[in-house]
Nanobody, 126 residues
Framework: QVQLVESGGGLVQPGGSLRLSCAASAFTLDYYAIGWFRQAPGKEREGLSCISSMDGARYYAASVKGRFTISRDNDKRAVYLRMNNLKPEDTAVYYC???????????????????WGKGTLVTVSS
């Protein structure tokens, strides 16, 4: 059974950094684009970033561009999201998800994703 597990969330002060990890089991990440999403309390889930499988093309939402960096290690079946200069408005549950194919949709649509993890909570507060 395909399973994605996010980790690395926690409490961090404004301006701090975290690195989230997304690990896959019973699944080969090599052929699929992987995205990161988040959902804040009372808000809809939003796309943050995506990395394609073949050429490693990366896409970011305007709200995180320049602060967040997505990367992948197919050998470790993992995708990462490095988050710098965190702000209180970054507080949310963060999810990783696989696309149906190898390429990202630059619009980062939630509906365009297939398998999802259960999320990891990131709280940015002083």
């Amino acid at each position: 059974q395909v399973q994605l597990v996010e980790s690395g969330g926690g409490l961090v002060q404004p301006g701090g950094s975290l690195r989230l990890s997304c690990a896959a089991s019973a699944f080969t990440l090599d052929y699929y684009a992987i995205g990161w999403f988040r959902q804040a309390p009372g808000k809809e889930r939003e796309g943050l970033s995506c990395i394609s499988s073949m050429d490693g093309a990366r896409y970011y939402a305007a709200s995180v561009k320049g602060r967040f960096t997505i990367s992948r290690d197919n050998d470790k079946r993992a995708v990462y999201l490095r988050m710098n200069n965190l702000k209180p408005e970054d507080t949310a549950v963060y999810y990783c998800a696989t696309a149906y194919g190898s390429n990202c949709d630059p619009n980062l649509p939630v509906a365009g994703m297939n398998y999802w993890g259960k999320g990891t909570l990131v709280t940015v507060s002083s």
